[in-house]
């Protein structure tokens, strides 16, 4: 599919409101997305388990208006108005406009709430984008009755990528790949698609506990960071180097391999940091007690054997990993000895999950 795929036919008939609710799951990549090139084309493809609990849901109430000259929108967080989000969402609706006709026609009331505290240092970027994404496209669905599901989610990951690229891998669960990669024939850059192979039981029910290290804002933001990827050293052996991981994962998942598995998945944890410290201007965004932690899962798992592992975004928190056959084993390492680690010793326990929902009225 291209681009002018998600170009719809001129509409028909618009009705003159309603309102319409959405909840999206954030996800944890295993080969990172860092580095993009024009209109949020990903340079290099990546993969991510979707996870559960941290999540945001978002409703979008909207109302006929006469002037359709400009784009209107309120926006609530948690409640209250958030003025300082506006841009990001107002950058959103011009990169979708033209698959998204509609949006001049109305003004937007947009409600949103994430699952997690908000001072948690959790990126909502991919969540939000996500379930925003979904509603704008539930919208055009009550325009246009004859999209597929099929298509209503590749339209959702599609729109969502334009908003943050992360967020396309947040519409499904459980695996989702995104960007152009010889082993998919089916991948492509401009949406998500759920991993089309085998994948090992093992896989299927992982957790994630995301350890908060630090929870203000980051110092650079992913925008800048993947700026900082053109004209970088080590940019092409990296992308070139991602493509070889989605490679090695694909006997990994099949096989239920997890030796193998924390190899791909902390060493790619770690190639995004180093991307970060060989960037011009360079920057650090793990913390001491992030080594400490990612120190203390090493000689946790030299001595217990325990397939315990840690992943990272672009952040000083910390993703450990674990299968649900070592669940209590990993909760009780987590609580005797990472924990005091953790600003305040706050942790979020998540799963890998199933992907976006639809939320009736009465739902919370
Ligand atoms: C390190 O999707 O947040 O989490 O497209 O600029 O919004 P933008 O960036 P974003 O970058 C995420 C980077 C990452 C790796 C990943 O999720 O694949």
Redesign the pocket.
């Known amino acids: 599919m291209t681009e002018k795929d998600f170009v719809p036919n001129p509409y028909t008939n618009l009705p003159s409101g309603g309102k319409v609710t959405w909840k999206a799951p954030s996800?944890?990549?295993l080969?990172?997305?860092?580095g993009?090139k024009a209109n949020?084309i990903p340079a290099n493809p990546?993969i991510?388990f979707t996870l559960d609990a941290c999540a945001t849901t978002t409703s979008v109430s909207y109302t006929k208006k006469e002037d359709i000259s400009q784009l209107s929108f309120d926006l609530f967080f948690e409640g209250k108005p958030k003025e300082d989000f506006k841009p990001k969402i107002l950058t959103f609706f011009e990169r979708i406009e033209a698959y998204l006709p509609f949006l001049k026609a109305y003004h937007f009331k947009i409600e949103t709430s994430n699952s997690f505290p908000h001072s948690s240092g959790i990126?909502s970027?991919?969540s939000g984008?996500a379930a925003l994404a979904l509603c704008l496209v539930e919208i055009e669905r009550t325009i246009n009755r004859d999209i597929t599901d099929t298509f209503f989610k590749k339209k959702a990951s599609f729109l969502a990528?334009l908003?943050?690229?992360?967020?396309c891998?947040s519409i499904e669960g459980d695996l989702i790949q995104w960007g152009e990669y010889a082993g998919i024939s089916e991948s492509s850059n401009l949406y998500g698609i759920n991993y089309p192979f085998n994948v090992n039981a093992i896989f299927k029910n992982f957790h994630d506990s995301i350890l908060l290290v630090h929870k203000g804002q980051k110092q650079v933001?992913?925008?800048v960071?993947?700026d900082l990827m053109h004209d970088h050293p080590y940019a092409e052996r990296r992308f070139t180097q991602a493509h070889e991981n989605l490679d090695k994962l694909k006997k990994v998942f099949e096989s239920g391999n997890l030796d193998d598995f924390i190899k791909i998945v902390e060493s790619e944890a770690l190639t995004?940091h180093a991307m970060m410290m060989t960037s011009m201007p360079y920057f650090v965004l793990m913390k001491p007690d992030t080594l400490e932690i990612i120190n203390k899962i090493w000689a946790f798992r030299e001595t217990t054997k325990v397939p315990i592992c840690f992943t990272l975004?672009?952040g000083a928190n910390v993703h450990v990993l674990y299968p649900e056959s070592v669940k209590e084993k990993a909760i009780q390492f987590i609580q005797d000895e990472l924990v005091a680690h953790c600003e305040n010793g706050h942790y979020i326990c998540d799963r890998i999950g199933s992907g976006a929902r639809k939320l009736i009225a009465h739902e919370g």
């Open positions: 996800n944890i990549a080969v990172k997305y860092w993009k949020q990546s991510s990126a970027s991919a984008m990528r908003g943050s690229g992360s967020a891998r933001s992913s925008t960071g993947h995004l975004d672009a």
